[in-house]
Structures are given as structure tokens and as C-alpha cells.
RNA sequence: GCCGAGAUCGCAUAGCCUGGUAUCGCGCGUGACUGGAAAUCACGUGGGUCCGUCCCGCGGGAGUUCAAAUCUCCCUCUCGGCGCCA
């Protein structure tokens, strides 16, 4: 959500983004209208309010002295003024609500270097990785590899809790806890705190981090309780500092939290979306910084650098690309994402999304820290995939195969793995 | 799940019984003193603001009252005790 002395003091920058974004300034006008009646309706409860407070502490002065002529008159005076402020009161809050309405529909800032586009097609490389491997046989997609050697059941899954979730089994299932530890050391090496965060959260936390047709389209709900399963760790691990005032000295805080993710993943169909690429639960390694506005544009350089290390170091190739304007999303600033080669696929696919998403969920969350002029300011939130276990098997398994199936582990995996090539799982 | 005690500005803490302007301290900021600093002293330090001897704010919500941090009810969380439990 966009601070108010934005559309304040700056409203000429929103135009100019809604602009680049191609999308209709009217949200903007009906905020600055519903504000201007909210500002106005204020100052008549306001005045109110002191009339009554003045006339309030008159009584008490009026009680000891004894002169119940003058009690009666200022108590009738008073109770006439409390009806009038309870209706303007009533008039201010339904202003607050449709202003906030309307304020959380209007996207973050943009950086000033995403390019601009209408769709995923305006995406811009940033950069090429590794190299692109050559088969001597026909590569096989990683559906054909996870049944040829048993490693995914998906059936027997879709009998116990529905389509699009996975038992994950053998030497595949042991190298996705290996990518685990691997993924949460190489991070916790650059100084990142290792956490586990609790995977469901309440919907007044949930809506400062997220969009709210998210709930729509995304979350899973836990009913009776009213809680929502986390579609990602940064979720959690961005919401714990809400109401907080952080301590400058603590900037920037530094984590790296795994956790089960759940999306419901309403819409997305197609072949491409087959096997264990789009499911319902998965696991994630992402790095979260809380920062100094001031930092944020270098701690999202950083966050970026630290992905490419990693998956240089799994020696897979991939792209890393530049989101457009019309690819954004909601809160986002300024997005990466790294696309993997699939050659099954025969396609750059998502693997990482990296964003720096400024002050848009810290407005929200209200999480704040001390300015040295003793004034108080939103943080910074950034966000990046280390690896999302399930397409980083994805990848693994359809770059590293071998013609009869196997799967060659990377080298920096084998410590973890105690073995260099998945075989096949016995039932 | 049951019983009890709590939640007050960045931190800590008073006010609650007995309703009438949010207290002391720490930290931080500004100024004075200084060659400079420390120490000391003064002022400031939740949000809003049309800058007022203004309005709002004491975990959240409702109620009683002319008036609620203060009284009543409901909820959330924390701490202690008991129970259950991987």
C-alpha cells in the first residue's frame, strides 16, 4: 500500500506510473477525493470533540461548587454534541474504508529501469548462465523420467488429498532434502539467519504481505480456525516485525527461512504444467531482507548475485531475466526471475523470483524503524527464491540425464547425497 | 482444555482500588557549557494537524457515564500452575 503523503506531495509520480504500466488513473482521483471529504469531515468531529471536552471538564468544576442550575444546562449541551460527533465519527471511518479500498487496489512504484511491456512477453534478458547441455540420445521430460524410475506417485497422492499433490520417494526424495541443507548453508555462509516460520498465518497479518485476489486465486483457507496456509516462507518471515519500531542499529535483517508452500494454483491447466512442476505443496529456500531504504536497490543486487552463485554452483543452465511493466504484479518494485533450460520442454522455465518491493508491505505491516532525527519510517522489504525444491529437481533431472534414465547428481550435492548418480526406486 | 496473573509511547515503569490533561527512568535528538569530547544542565522524543492553552491514542471490540488507561462484558496474546501430547 502507497503511503498517503504520496498522493499528498507526489501524486504526479503515481500518474506517471500508472502510465508506464498502461493502466487507468481513476483509483488515483477517487483516493484524492474520498481524502479530501475524509480531511474535511475530520476537522467537523474535531471541533465537535472540543466543545464537548471543554464543556465536559466545565461539569466537574460546576459539581463541586454546587450550582445545579448550570449542571443541568452543560449536561444537555453535552449529550446533544455526543450525537453529532458519534455521526461524523461513522462518516469518517466508512471515508477511511473506501479510501483504503481503493489505496490497496493501486500498485507499488516502479523502479525506473523495468522495461516496459504489456505481458511476460516484454520480459528483457538480464543474462545468460552455464552451459546449454548436449544430448547424444532423445532428452526425455521429466514426467517420462519420474515414472520410468518411480520416483513420484502421483495417483495414489490424488486418492488421498486430490490432483497436483506428489509423494516424493528414493534417491529423489533424498536429493530434495539434500538441495535443502545445501541451498540454507550457502545462504546462512553470507550471513543470513536460519529460520523456521510457521506455515499458517491469520488474515489481518496475511493481507499486509499479499494481494488480496490472492485469497481468491492462491491461498488455501483452514476454516474453522480462520488461518491461512503460507504460499511462501516470505510471508511469514516479512509479517513477523509487524507494529514494530526496529532498532537502525539491527538494519539490515538478514534470513533465510525454508517451509512447505500452498497455492491452490486456480486456472492454471495445460501439459506444460504436468508432473511436479505446478503443484500444491512444495518446498522453498527463500532469503528475505528487512533494510534501510537507503540499502534496498543494493540489497536486491545482492540477493540476486547470491541465486546466481547457487546456481552456478548446481552447474545448470539458465537465463536470468528482467520483469516488465506488465508482468509485475501488485507489490513489486522491481522483479528478477531465473528460467532454467528444460530441454524436455525445450524451454527457459521459472525457477527464482527476486523483488524488491521498497516500502509497499512495511506501509502495510506497519513495519518501521528509527530515523536519526528521531522520526519514524517504513523499512524496505526484499524477497528472493534461493531454490524451490520441486522445479530445482525439475531442472536437475532433465539436464543431468543419462540415457538410461539415471540421473547424475551435481557435484556439490554428492556430500549431501553420499552418492553421484539417483537410481531407480524398487516399487 | 481448566485455574490464576498480566498487556501503558523505542525499552522499562507509575497511574487503575477511589473515573476528570499519560508519570519517573533509560535510550535517542536538539541546544548550552568546551579548543574538542566526556560529565552536567535545559528542551524535545506515539499518530494527526487548519500548528491551537487543538484532536486522537494506554492489546482489540462492545457497554456504562456528561466524562473511561481507570468501571462492566466479550475476544486476542503473554506469563505461572494443572491436564493432554510428537
Redesign the pocket.
Known amino acids: 500500500m502507497l503511503n498517503?503523503?504520496l498522493f499528498?506531495e507526489q501524486v504526479e509520480l503515481i500518474r506517471a506510473d500508472h502510465e508506464k504500466r498502461g493502466i487507468s488513473c481513476e483509483p488515483i482521483d477517487t483516493v484524492l477525493e474520498l481524502e479530501a471529504q475524509l480531511?474535511?469531515a475530520?476537522?467537523?468531529?474535531?471541533?465537535a470533540?472540543?466543545e464537548?471536552?471543554?464543556?465536559?471538564?466545565?461539569?466537574?468544576v460546576a459539581?463541586k461548587s454546587g450550582d445545579a442550575a448550570e449542571i443541568e444546562r452543560?449536561?444537555a449541551e453535552?449529550?446533544d454534541?455526543?450525537k453529532r460527533?458519534d455521526e461524523l465519527d461513522e462518516a469518517a471511518n466508512s471515508l477511511i474504508e473506501q479510501r483504503d479500498r481503493v489505496r490497496m487496489s493501486i500498485p507499488n512504484i516502479l523502479h525506473k529501469e523495468v522495461p516496459v511491456g504489456a505481458d511476460e512477453g516484454g520480459n528483457t534478458q538480464h543474462s545468460l548462465h552455464g552451459d546449454k547441455p548436449e544430448f547424444d540420445f532423445d532428452a526425455r521430460t521429466h514426467n517420462e523420467l519420474i515414472e520410468m524410475n518411480k520416483w513420484v506417485e502421483l495417483e495414489r497422492a490424488a486418492k488421498i488429498t486430490g490432483s497436483r499433490f506428489f509423494f516424493l520417494k528414493g534417491d529423489l526424495a533424498r536429493l530434495e532434502l539434500a538441495l535443502q541443507s545445501y541451498a540454507v548453508d550457502f545462504i546462512c555462509k553470507r550471513g543470513y539467519t536460519f529460520i523456521q516460520p510457521p506455515v499458517m498465518m491469520n488474515r489481518q497479518a496475511y493481507e499486509g504481505v499479499t494481494d488480496l485476489s490472492d485469497f481468491e486465486t492462491v491461498m488455501y483457507g483452514v476454516e474453522p480456525d480462520k488461518l491461512y496456509m503460507v504460499a511462501t516462507s516470505e510471508h511469514p518471515l516479512t509479517a513477523m516485525y509487524m507494529d514494530?519500531?526496529i532498532?537502525t542499529a539491527l538494519l539490515p535483517i538478514k534470513m533465510v527461512g525454508v517451509s512447505a508452500c500452498f497455492r491452490r494454483e486456480v486456472g492454471a491447466h495445460g501439459l506444460s504444467d504436468r508432473g511436479i512442476w505446478r503443484v500444491h505443496q512444495f518446498t522453498k529456500v527463500e532469503q528475505i531482507i528487512i533494510s534501510d531504504p537507503e540499502d534496498s536497490w543494493q540489497h536486491h543486487e545482492d540477493l540476486l548475485q547470491n541465486c546466481i552463485d547457487l546456481w552456478d554452483s548446481l552447474d545448470l543452465h539458465y537465463e536470468v531475466v528482467n520483469i516488465c511493466t506488465g508482468d509485475m504484479g501488485t507489490v513489486a518494485a522491481r522483479k528478477y526471475d531465473l528460467e532454467a533450460w528444460l530441454p524436455g520442454a525445450d524451454a527457459y522455465k521459472e525457477i527464482v523470483s527476486c523483488s524488491n518491493c521498497t516500502d509497499y508491505q512495511a506501509n502495510r505491516l506497519k513495519i518501521?524503524y528509527?530515523k536519526?532525527?528521531?522520526?519514524?519510517a517504513s523499512v524496505h522489504t526484499l524477497n528472493s527464491t534461493a531454490v524451490a525444491t520441486s522445479r530445482a529437481l525439475v531442472a536437475i533431472m532433465e539436464q543431468n540425464q543419462l540415457e538410461d534414465g539415471r540421473v547424475k547428481v551435481p557435484e556439490v550435492l554428492v556430500p549431501y547425497m553420499g552418492k553421484g548418480i539417483l537410481e531407480p526406486c524398487s516399487f
Open positions: 498517503m503523503k499528498k480531511v474535511d475530520r476537522h467537523q468531529m474535531e471541533m470533540r472540543k464537548r471536552n471543554t464543556a465536559a471538564r466545565a461539569i466537574g459539581k452543560v449536561m453535552v449529550t454534541l455526543g460527533i514494530e519500531v532498532d518501521r528509527r536519526k532525527d528521531n522520526t519514524h
